[in-house]
């Protein structure tokens, strides 16, 4: 999902900040408070019958931001881990 913003970043419009992946990771945590309570503002009818699940939907939130950023990484750790395993190198 990164790369695709960073590719295609003039068609997205994505904010300049999500260029900067430590940045997104330190403001992950208010990014997923104020998107959980973007979903709840927009939705006062329901917002009292679902206020359980507001801890979930601030995790899942924070979980993005988190994947969004490290995804990549870790992806081409793996990558170059399986790559290396296919070999026979096990270091």
Known sequence: MRQVRLNNASTLQAPWW?????????????????????????????????????PGIFISKLAWCRGACLGPILTA????????????QTH
């Open 77 to 88: 750790q793996t990558d170059h881990q399986e790559s290396n395993f296919s070999r026979g």
């Open 18 to 54: 999500l260029k900067k992946r430590w940045l997104v990771i330190a403001a992950s945590p208010m990014i997923a408070a104020l998107t959980t309570a973007r979903i709840y503002a927009r939705r006062l009818s329901l917002s009292n019958r679902f206020l359980y699940l507001l």
